[in-house]
């Protein structure tokens, strides 16, 4: 159980407003995705037939600090967002912040002598600065492109891992080489990573493709691509053909990294709009 008395899960109790049963303004499929994004629980899986709030007040009740530490801060970062911090809720938000970072370990600032108008933005749990460092450094190294491709496979696995993502490092199978794999809400995705200056054209993307749709019916890929694709690449590589593969650039991570957006989310996104849309290269910008 998180360390936090009866006057802590009140103040939580009251600034997402779980007396009638909600947390915020989630819908059900929304507090679903939510919860299992940050701590990769399925919430209607493991707690079926409660409601919003009583789900919560179990994951607090079951989990460690830093767990439910992090779930709460990720909802009161949702509330920045959505716009949601009011005057009438200031007080009560900056107490929680304290609790949350408390149960993840990082000490809040002292308190102001004198109340501030503004409120102080939770920080993420993922460092993003240190992650668009490395990504840099391995942009500005003078190796060969086959060793950056390593460093860049070697990253991935790292960010990956701090996503929750469960990832799996470069496997061999009978004739063939996978760079990699990982888990995006229960599914698997197989991971291509090329690091050339040269822009994958579409022979790459089918051969990728066809090794993704060969393994099961329900088996997804992943392309990060450093130079990105061809023109012909992009316009025709879904002719003909079921794409089960997204697309992505190092450059895409990259502004994903500067704007500090869930890797999770930007993930899910890309795979909507293959699913929803048959858009397989769906813009950064556009999220």
């Known amino acids: 159980m998180a360390n936090m ?16 049963g909600y947390v915020l303004d989630f819908t059900n499929r929304e507090f679903q995705e939510f919860v299992y994004e940050k701590i990769q629980i399925d919430v ?17 009740a079951e989990h460690d600090n830093v767990t439910v530490g992090k779930l709460l801060l990720e909802f009161m970062r949702y509330m920045q967002a959505k716009g949601l911090v009011t005057d009438e809720v200031r ?29 102080k933005p939770i920080s993420p749990t993922i460092d993003y600065n240190m992650f668009l460092k490395e990504l840099v450094d391995i942009s500005n190294c003078s ?13 991935l696995n790292k960010l990956f891992e701090a996503h929750g993502l469960e990832p799996r490092g470069s496997f061999k199978i009978v004739g063939e080489q996978i760079d990699g794999s990982f888990l995006l809400y229960k599914e698997v995705y197989l991971l291509e ?16 493709n066809e090794k993704v749709s060969s393994k099961s019916g329900f088996t997804r890929g992943l392309f990060i691509s450093y130079a990105g694709f061809t023109d012909e690449a992009l316009a025709t590589f879904s002719h003909g053909r079921t794409v089960n593969t997204i697309l992505m650039t190092v450059q895409d991570l990259s502004i994903a990294l500067e704007r500090k957006l869930d ?19 769906k813009s950064i910008f556009d999220m």
């Not at 990573?193 to 990728?208: P, R």
């Open 91 to 119: 007080d009560t938000f900056t107490k929680c912040a304290e609790i949350g970072n408390r149960l993840i370990g990082k000490k809040f600032p002292p308190k102001q002598s004198r109340p501030t108008p503004s409120v």
């Open 44 to 60: 209607y899986a493991r707690y079926p037939g409660l409601s919003k709030a009583k789900i919560l007040r179990s994951i607090i």
């Open 143 to 155: 190796d060969t492109p086959q060793s950056r491709g390593y460093a860049l496979e070697r990253y």
């Open 263 to 281: 890797l999770t989310s930007v993930l899910w996104k890309k795979v909507r709009a293959l699913a929803e849309e048959g858009n397989f290269n």
């Open 5 to 20: 008395d009866f006057i802590e899960r009140g103040y939580f109790e009251q600034l997402f407003n779980m007396g009638s």
């Open 193 to 208: 990573a090329k690091w050339t200056n040269k822009k994958i054209d579409k022979g790459d993307l089918v051969i990728f």
